[in-house]
């Protein structure tokens, strides 16, 4: 729940993106908020941070990978595969974290997330963007 409700904020926007954030990176870290290696100060949202750029590989979730690797692996070399599947996990945890930022203030705005997620999935795809002239 986005801290701004725990002090009786209102209901916003701002604590959808909140969630999104915590949302994406439950999913590809496979860890809940609530699971017990977030103790103390240790939340998902500052272990994916802490884990930002050099040690993603070791945090996503194993089963995303798995299942990813062998679909890579039929298709391009695999030093390419692995790599591209890096970069496109960075930036999308670098989302999630900017997204769950404890301020407010902080958190990516729910239009430029959209834009770095779909920048993010057309990366992946190898799918050019053109843009059209009407």
Known sequence: MASEYG??????????????????????????????IFTGSLSLHQFAKLALPERVMEIVDQKLLSVEAEALNKSQ???NAESKLEMCLISTFKVGVACSMISIKDRLAIEDAMVEMLRIRNSYLGVAIHERNN
Request: a negative charge; zero cysteines; proline letters at 3%.
């Open 7 to 36: 002090m009786g904020g209102e209901v916003s926007t701002f604590g959808d993106i909140y969630s999104y954030g915590i949302l994406l990176l439950e999913m590809f870290i496979g860890k809940k908020p609530t699971d017990e």
């Open 77 to 79: 070399t695999s030093r």
